[in-house]
């Protein structure tokens, strides 16, 4: 069993700054990847930033200089740091992982319950 958990969400004036922090546990023997989605209401999930087991990094293009991703490998914890944020980056964000929970298992996909953000202008 994988758990993720998310934390950071809240409310913030439009140009205020916000970190979310996730944590994975539980049967873990690799991490591939971890990253964040969003889904504001009414519309599909899509995702925000992800960052490899390599270090490799991909940004939504609405986010390009504004948010970074990074990760502590030890802590097995991802974080998004989000500056400049603007009313359209309201929404819930997802953590994601990929993990192999097992020596030879292929990595499975693991979904946090997600954290509110909200930009007021």
């Known amino acids: 069993q994988v758990q993720l958990v998310e934390s950071g969400g809240g409310l913030v004036q439009a140009g205020g700054s916000l970190r979310l922090s996730c944590a994975a546990s539980?049967?873990?023997?690799?991490?591939?990847?971890m990253g964040w989605y969003r889904q504001a209401p009414g519309k599909q999930r899509d995702m925000v930033a992800v960052?490899?087991?390599?270090?490799?990094?991909n940004y939504a293009d609405g986010v390009k200089g504004r948010f970074t991703i990074s990760r502590d490998s030890a802590k097995k914890t991802v974080y998004l740091q989000m500056n400049n944020l603007k009313p359209e980056d309201t929404a819930v964000y997802y953590c994601?992982?990929?993990?192999?929970?097992?020596?030879?298992?292929?990595?499975?996909?693991?979904w946090g319950k997600g954290t509110l953000v909200t930009v007021s202008s």
């Open positions: 994601f992982a990929n993990i192999s929970p097992y020596l030879g298992l292929r990595g499975m996909d693991y």
């Open positions: 960052i490899t087991s390599s270090g490799s990094t």
């Open positions: 539980g049967n873990i023997f690799s991490i591939n990847a």
